[in-house]
């Protein structure tokens, strides 16, 4: 009894603790509170605004783990104006069919004179460009299409198209630029007078903003016969600057410093960007880089004692030193339109044409297409590419209604160019010599030599997960964390320490609702959540009500046990990247799958899709706890969360015949998943020929059965009944019709897998 009574005043008295707000701030707050901002890790101004660039969106509800699906119900389906669809169906159709992929890579390693001029004539520079500067004025989600579909034909024209559309001077302009920039600079990048590249990335600082090398000191300094301007002296080297050796006009990042403060009190003035033409004395542009065979502009730049004014700085000297700022909040945005759009659009047509290629493509008297080995890359890539570009369509709807989600638009860039790069293995693994021997014929090799170059780009992959999805996302999506930072950095004491205090407990009463949440589901499964959708599609909702709270749980562990270490812990913060990103990628497909009315053909794609991201989710999570040094704490975070064991499996087997067969056959699930990309049935062209025989090849088929039935029945010898139409024809087994039709098929498939080959003068350069 008595050991009952001091249990219970202990109990009281600890209750009373946390319940009085100043005895709960002096004895439990307070030594929180100094250790924490003794611990808290230093962070450099560059960080700091990658951390305040863009704003929070679905990430942040997932980070909660309790995501509100009413809030991605209310998002209104990605939809084209009959003005962006005109312009797709009319100058982008044009401009695909005028280019010629082998004669752009190997024979002119440039686009040709009329297609840059078409280009420039039909505003392709000016997509993102209002009307009253002479520009089109599209939607982000135009702006993703016309990408995609380009980059179905020519990942060259592609590249060229969406540079000046993505980080680029235009956008720059349009957010921070003063009016006379605008009126000078944007009629001219919209009627493509104007050549915009932008030079950022140097030999040694690469992804390392903090230590860019290149300098400008502000002075006075001789400019257009004015023998005392007040402007800037700089110096630079840049590469990999993509356009650079075409480039009329150069975005130029530095760091700026003001020694004799010209400007004010401070010297060292921070990262700055500015517009230089490149025909400015003292700028030099560099001979191409050659990235891994592809023809788009990409070369060096650099400049020796380059003098500018002050107002070529964007936004004049009032953004002086902004510019990490200013880059960050324009790849918000643009990392989530540009490399999603040209990932998906690899994606759709390796998709339509390996599959294609897999019906007309025979093996041991079969289509390759009807083995399961094959069927089961075909399944996983068209599961692939329907979530892909879920995600594509879902998030362009999103910046349309003027989100800008800096985390999520690092998972679409990370996530669509790695499953870009699987994509195409796959085709390449099926296709085989066709895949590998490079000519006019061949369809894929030259996606597959270019696929690292999107890897690489707007942040390489590697940074991008650790970085920028969780790196960033743990404190800018986090409910709690960022105000806690906030809070520690006041200069204030008591003020901060209030401050804390209130947010401090409000995180706890979070941590533990999800400890409750998490036992809940781990005990009951999700069957009893509330969860929207139907029969086909709530279990997957519950599912990721589920891991979004067992994510937001290993975050805060994470966060407690490690704190400012986690942040070189890239093992751990790259596998709860991966956790965020496959539920984000799951989360669309749903969201998508409504979008497109819910047809019932898309079920597999559905299935498939939803199942491969929740069972990556949830492997990623388990390495994340597996991986924590707090061994303890883990294993009970594991044991409550997963007690009856893991909750979901990778795709079903029985989804992929179906999924096979939808790129196998002609059907209008197959139409949707490839949608808006280049086809044509041109019997010349390397996709149009593999169109033409696959359509041949099935209306053929029926012709086809009654060969090999005959065959089966003894009435024919055994072999390929392309090899026996004659006898089939002779002994009325078919008739007239079905023969013509049959050997359409077999020339046209005969064409379609025929593979180039070269005289040895025409491959080392020889007449």
Do not use: K, W
């Given at each position: 009894m008595t050991e009952f009574i001091i249990a219970v005043s202990s109990g009281l008295i600890l209750a009373g603790i946390v319940v009085f707000a100043p005895i709960r701030r002096s004895l439990l707050t307070r030594p929180l509170f100094k250790a924490m901002r003794r611990n808290l890790p230093p962070m450099s101004q560059t960080e700091r605004e990658a951390l305040e660039a863009g704003n929070t969106w679905w990430d942040a509800e997932l980070f909660k783990g309790r995501p509100d699906w009413t809030k991605l119900a209310a998002l209104p389906a990605a939809r084209l104006s009959d003005e962006e669809r005109a312009f797709i169906d009319g100058p982008v159709e044009t401009l695909c069919a005028m280019l010629d992929d082998w004669e752009i890579t190997f024979k002119r390693r440039d686009l040709p004179a009329e297609v840059w001029s078409y280009i420039k004539q039909h505003k392709f520079c000016g997509i993102i460009i209002p009307k009253r500067y002479g520009g089109l004025e599209f939607s982000d989600f135009a702006h993703s299409q016309i990408v995609m579909k380009l980059a179905s034909r020519s990942t060259t024209a592609a590249v060229t198209v969406m540079v000046p559309n993505s980080l680029g001077p235009a956008k720059l302009l349009l957010a921070y630029g003063t009016e006379q920039q605008k009126n000078h600079y944007l009629p001219r990048l919209a009627d493509g007078l104007e050549i915009p590249a932008f030079a950022l990335t140097g030999p040694l600082a690469g992804s390392d903003a903090s230590a860019m090398p290149d300098t400008g000191i502000v002075c006075y300094g001789a400019f257009e016969g004015n023998e005392r301007v007040l402007g800037i002296r700089l110096n630079w080297e840049k590469r990999y600057i993509t356009l650079g050796p075409v480039a009329t006009v150069l975005g130029l990042a530095f760091k700026l410093y003001d020694p004799d403060r010209l400007l004010g009190e401070t010297e060292d003035i921070g990262i700055t960007v500015a517009l230089i033409p490149t025909d400015t004395p003292g700028v030099s542009i560099g001979r191409r880089h050659f990235p891994l065979d592809s023809a788009f502009q990409n070369g060096p730049n650099w400049g020796k004692d380059v003098f500018i004014p002050l107002d070529w700085i964007i936004g004049g000297a009032a953004q002086a030193g902004q510019g990490w700022k200013m880059l960050m909040q324009c790849l918000a945005t643009g990392r989530a339109i540009s490399l999603p759009a040209l990932s998906v659009g690899a994606a759709k047509f390796i998709c339509r044409n390996t599959g294609a290629y897999a019906r007309i493509r025979h093996q041991f008297n079969l289509p390759i297409g009807a083995f399961e080995g094959i069927e089961e890359v075909l399944a996983r890539m068209a599961g692939s590419a329907y979530l892909m570009d879920a995600a594509r369509q879902v998030t362009c709807a999103a910046l349309d209604v003027g989100e800008k989600p800096a985390v999520i638009s690092a998972i679409l860039k990370y996530q669509l160019t790695e499953g870009m790069r699987r994509i195409i293995?796959?085709?390449?693994?099926?296709?085989?010599?066709?895949?590998?021997?490079?000519?006019?014929?061949?369809?894929?090799?030259?996606?597959?030599?270019?696929?690292?170059?999107?890897?690489?780009?707007?942040?390489?992959?590697?940074?991008?997960?650790?970085?920028?999805?969780?790196?960033?996302?743990?404190?800018?999506?986090?409910?709690?964390v960022q105000q806690e930072m906030q809070a520690l950095n006041q200069t204030n004491a008591a003020k901060a320490l209030r401050e804390f205090d209130s947010i401090l407990w409000r995180h706890i009463r979070f941590f533990l609702n999800n400890i409750l949440r998490g036992f809940w589901f781990g005990v009951a499964g999700s069957r009893l959540t509330a969860a929207p959708g139907n029969r086909e599609t709530k279990r997957y909702y519950r599912q990721l009500t589920r891991l979004s709270t067992g994510f937001a749980l290993a975050a805060d562990v994470a966060l407690l046990t490690l704190g400012g270490r986690l942040k070189r812990k890239e093992r751990i913060s790259g596998r709860l990247a991966d956790v965020l990103s496959h539920l984000y990628l799951c989360s669309c497909v749903l969201k998508h799958f409504d979008n497109q009315g819910a047809p019932s053909d898309d079920l597999p794609l559905l299935h498939w899709a939803c199942q491969d991201s929740l069972y990556r989710a949830q492997q990623s999570l388990l390495e994340a706890l597996r991986l924590l040094p707090a061994k303890l704490s883990a294993g009970l975070l594991r044991a409550l969360l997963f007690p009856l064991g893991k909750p979901c499996a990778p795709p079903c087997d029985s989804l992929t015949g179906p999924l096979a067969k939808l790129l196998l056959t002609d059907n209008p699930a197959r139409e949707r998943l490839t949608d808006g990309i280049y086809i044509?049935?041109?019997?010349?062209?390397?996709?149009?020929?593999i169109e033409g025989a696959f359509r041949a090849v099935l209306e053929a088929a029926p012709a086809e059965a009654k060969i090999r039935a005959a065959q089966k029945q003894g009435a024919l010898p055994k072999g390929m009944p392309s090899s026996l139409l004659q006898q089939a024809l002779a002994s009325e087994l078919i008739d007239k019709d079905e023969y013509a039709l049959l050997e359409k098929a077999e020339q046209a498939k005969m064409k379609a897998i025929a593979v180039d080959d070269f005289a040895p003068e025409q491959l080392t350069g020889g007449t």
């Open positions: 293995n796959d085709g390449m693994d099926i296709q085989g010599g066709s895949g590998i021997c490079l000519g006019p014929s061949n369809a894929i090799g030259r996606l597959y030599q270019v696929v690292p170059v999107g890897i690489t780009v707007e942040g390489a992959n590697i940074l991008t997960r650790t970085m920028m999805i969780f790196g960033q996302g743990s404190v800018r999506c986090h409910p709690f044509n049935t041109d019997p010349d062209d390397p996709t149009g020929r």
